[in-house]
Nanobody, 122 residues
Framework: QLEESGGRLVQAGDSLRLICTGSRRAFGPYAMGWFRQAPGKKREFVGCLSVVGGTSEYSDSVKGRFTISRDNAKNTLYLQMNNLKPEDTGVYYC?????????????????WGQGTQVTVSS
């Protein structure tokens, strides 16, 4: 019910915007988040935005470089990534939270997309 797009190969320092779309049911009155998984590593939290977009949480590794936004009328979630680094490489997943508030724990997210690959070359 969630589908990510926008991932591709970029160079360090570039910007990229990922998009996650879904049904009204998929988005609902819920916070939405982004996670990523690098090769050989566990999936990690990137950021989360509350249902009305008023509050957000970001991992320390992306804070100040990545911004999450949403358009609830279009059931769309965005991840704007600036000043990309090689360590940002991975598969990026969008996910729906079980509640309306932004949280950071993976166990709070109950619905996942298939992911989109982002590769940052040095």
């Amino acid at each position: 019910q969630l589908e990510e797009s926008g991932g591709r190969l970029v160079q360090a320092g570039d910007s990229l915007r990922l998009i996650c779309t879904g049904s009204r049911r998929a988005f609902g009155p819920y916070a939405m988040g982004w996670f990523r998984q690098a090769p050989g590593k566990k999936r990690e939290f990137v950021g989360c935005l509350s249902v009305v977009g008023g509050t957000s949480e970001y991992s320390d590794s992306v804070k100040g470089r990545f911004t999450i936004s949403r358009d609830n009328a279009k059931n769309t979630l965005y991840l704007q990534m600036n000043n990309l680094k090689p360590e940002d490489t991975g598969v990026y997943y969008c996910a729906r939270n079980r509640g309306p508030l932004a949280t950071v724990s993976e166990e709070d997210f109950v619905s996942w997309g298939q992911g989109t690959q982002v590769t940052v070359s040095s």
